[in-house]
């Protein structure tokens, strides 16, 4: 059979094959469309718009403006790049040498307990990595939680591609001087998968899949190229048969050949599209410890890689919001940003015979009781019990 024609009966069978992938599609889907839509961007480099983020913080206090950052963004990550930085998302770093203190000594911890987590797509060595890094930073130090994730870039561009009720979980990836770089990649959902189970996904899954996750990184030390910051390949999310194809090894060749990488500073994030080939670099330095808080965010109709605690996180987080709502340390908008990063903000899968819809066609959620009980300024233990209670309710 031609390859058209192997081509075609994967079309009539709505679904996709590795061996019917083709690197001059692949190649054509890369070729850069010029936008001159990019209002907001302050600078593109390797075709990747970067934002200043002391410019879209005022745009992000005004409705309009920010309807139109997030459009913007959006279309960046859907069509365009696939990719885009956001510089100075922490002006000020020290909360992020805060949480590095936590992370460094989560992974001593975890060093002398025994335990060595394995990355998904690098060998094992000089690499350090914490799972569920969310939960264990907000149930060891909730107050530097709280201000690590009150950026409202942070929530706006969760909300530009998952809209609503996003779920928040990071892993903390430590690439020491010699760590090796990954192979080249798409992410989770289906990038997670073997290519016999892809294959067994219909055409609609695979162009679904990249909306249910947000994939970003906070860097958390300075990373010059030298140091490995992720390598990508702009537009690579466009080609519709990619998570069938970054397995390949002409695929993977062509990614080596073509691949960009941007230095980030400390406190600046990128973000990108899941299904974006990509691969963090090797640290070619002989000083430099790249740290980066690895953000995994979910869209409320999918399902996040970790599962955590979070009627735990949300009782060590209330406390410290509380206070900082009485002491006027906190404002309203930043507040529900790291409610946000915390508290299941989907009410269902629920037990509707115990926890039935409140005034509408849904029970109330996890961040709207803890909305509800900051807003009332309820104590601690007041809070505790009813979060304790209403996850009991939503049991089978």
């Given at each position: ?69 997030q459009s913007e963004w959006a279309k960046v ?104 770089a990954q192979q080249a990649h798409r992410d ?190 309820w104590s601690a233990d007041r809070f505790a ?12």
């Amino acid at each position: 059979m031609k390859a058209t024609d192997s081509r075609r009966d994967a079309q009539v069978r709505n679904g996709y094959r590795e061996q019917d992938c083709s690197l001059q599609d692949f190649i054509a889907a890369l070729r850069p469309r010029p936008d001159d839509s990019l209002r907001f961007a302050s600078a593109i480099v390797d075709h990747i718009p970067v934002y200043d983020c002391r410019e879209p913080r005022s745009a992000l206090e005004d409705a309009s403006r920010r309807a139109d950052l997030q459009s913007e963004w959006a279309k960046v990550l859907n069509v365009g790049a696939g990719v885009l930085v956001l510089k100075r998302v922490y002006a000020d770093t020290v909360v992020v040498d805060e949480a590095t203190r936590v992370f460094e000594s989560l992974i001593q911890e975890e060093r002398e307990a025994g335990s060595a987590a394995a990355d998904h797509f690098a060998k094992a060595g000089a690499n350090d990595r914490i799972w569920n890094a969310q939960e264990k930073l907000c149930l060891r130090a909730p107050a530097v939680f709280a201000r690590y994730f009150e950026s409202a870039a942070l929530c706006a561009i969760a909300e530009a591609w998952l809209g609503p009720h996003f779920q928040v979980t990071s892993q903390v990836n430590v690439v020491r001087p010699g760590g090796q770089a990954q192979q080249a990649h798409r992410d989770y959902h289906l990038g997670f998968q073997t290519v016999a189970e892809a294959e067994r996904y219909p055409a609609h899954v695979h162009a679904m899949s990249p909306f249910l996750t947000l994939q970003g990184a906070v860097a958390h030390t300075d990373m010059p190229v030298e140091s490995g910051p992720t390598k990508l390949l702009p537009y690579s999310q466009r080609y519709a048969e990619g998570y069938l194809a970054w397995r390949r090894q002409d695929f993977r060749d062509y990614f080596e050949t073509h691949y960009v990488q941007l230095p980030l500073e400390k406190g600046d994030a990128l973000f990108f599209n899941p299904a974006l080939f990509h691969a963090a670099g090797s640290n070619r330095t002989t000083s430099v410890q790249r740290m980066a808080n690895l953000l995994q965010i979910s869209s409320a109709y999918g399902r996040a890689m970790e599962s955590l605690n979070r009627t735990k996180m949300c009782e060590a987080l209330y406390p410290v919001l509380l206070e900082r709502m009485r002491s006027a340390n906190i404002t309203g908008e930043e507040a529900d940003a790291v409610i946000a990063s915390c508290a299941e903000g989907y009410p269902f899968p629920t037990n509707l015979d115990r926890d039935p819809p409140q005034g509408g066609l849904a029970p109330e959620s996890q961040q709207g009781l803890f909305r509800r009980a900051l807003a009332e300024l309820w104590s601690a233990d007041r809070f505790a019990a009813a979060i304790r209670e209403q996850a009991e309710r939503r049991e089978a």
